[in-house]
């Protein structure tokens, strides 16, 4: 996509970068002068105590006198964030209150129907969420206590559930004057083979809803609380907001969370990047249900140059490292 002269212009005179890296570093109270736009920060690129990370609001550009890292605000985003450039504009536009460009006619179309399932998953979400905070969840709500899955990560990480409830979900969402239609492209509903009847693709499982890299819902993770359900996890279905070779659970939390000095952490699932998260490590994501694809690694890299890798200890867990391992050499 390309951008119409003096919009980047614009941007830059608009956004903070004290702001901006204000999210990432601790201002020495010292050396920080806020009326000149001066600031002053122990550098979030290497390691390091004292403060040679400087940043002129002013002028809009920080200089580390350490390591000689340097930029502007975008620049900053897209280091910290591990997001490509278009994607840190993106970020910041959002962050100023301004609208990204119009796109070209078939752009917007497609954009415009993205944007109405994104609508509508969110919808979604909203339900399951208050699902499990009413008598349907209660014996979700018993399954994450003893999982000691506090209301605290219940919050930070939306966590919903599904009743066992016979088009539950489709009924709420023709209520809201959704269509059928849009809500099976969601993902959210499947038809019968011979498509005779529509049917809530979760049902009696504890919902995990996968984000973008902006933090829109875009598909959910199920596990299911009956213990003879064949399958214990499922994933939405691809759509056109969800591709699972290219999306990790939590990669916009880790990727927030993470910076030059940490590593990310690959974990096998779900529960085990919340069990991480609760004892202090919030930088980790996992794949939905496949092994890591060659896009995962290229995600992984682009966040951080030595990912953990951190599967289980069974014999699927070991498959699943030496796998990644075959992908990864290839492109070492």
């Excluded at 200089?63 to 997001?83: H, M, P, R, S, W």
């Amino acid at each position: 996509m390309s951008l119409p002269a003096g919009f980047l212009d614009e941007l830059r005179a608009r956004a903070s970068i004290a702001q901006v890296a204000g999210r990432k570093v601790a201002w020495d109270q010292k050396k920080t002068n806020i009326n000149k736009g001066d600031y002053w920060a122990p550098c979030p690129f290497h390691q390091e105590k004292t403060a040679s990370f400087h940043v002129d609001d002013k002028k809009g550009f920080y200089y580390c006198f350490g390591c000689q890292a340097k930029g502007d605000a975008l620049g900053f985003i897209k280091e910290t964030e591990n997001v490509s450039f278009m994607e840190a504009v993106e970020i910041l536009a959002q962050e100023c209150g301004m609208q990204m460009p119009a796109q070209d006619l078939k752009s917007k179309e497609f954009s415009k129907k993205q944007e109405s399932l994104f609508d509508i998953v969110e919808e979604a979400s909203k339900f399951y969420k208050t699902q499990l905070h009413n008598n349907n969840g209660n014996a979700a709500q018993d399954y994450l206590n003893k999982r000691n899955l506090t209301k605290d990560l219940q919050n930070y990480f939306e966590i919903g559930f599904a009743p066992n409830i016979p088009n539950h979900l489709e009924k709420y969402l023709l209520a809201k004057n959704i269509p059928l239609q849009k809500i099976i492209d969601a993902g959210l509903v499947a038809e019968s083979d011979d498509g005779s009847q529509s049917y809530d693709r979760f049902r009696n499982r504890i919902i995990f809803p996968i984000k973008d890299f902006r933090g829109r819902t875009i598909a959910f993770g199920g596990r299911a609380l009956d213990p003879k359900t064949p399958a214990k996890y499922i994933n939405s279905p691809e759509t056109m907001l969800f591709d699972k070779g290219k999306t990790l659970y939590n990669y916009r939390l880790a990727r927030n969370n993470l910076n030059k000095q940490n590593k990310l952490i690959v974990a096998e699932g779900y529960m085990d990047v919340i069990a991480l998260h609760a004892a202090g490590f919030n930088n980790a994501v996992a794949p939905l249900g496949t092994a890591l694809t060659e896009a995962h690694l290229q995600m992984l890299w682009k966040m951080c140059a030595e990912p953990v890798l951190c599967f289980d200890g069974d014999g699927a867990g070991v498959r699943a490292a030496h796998r990644s391992i075959d992908i990864a050499l290839a492109h070492l």
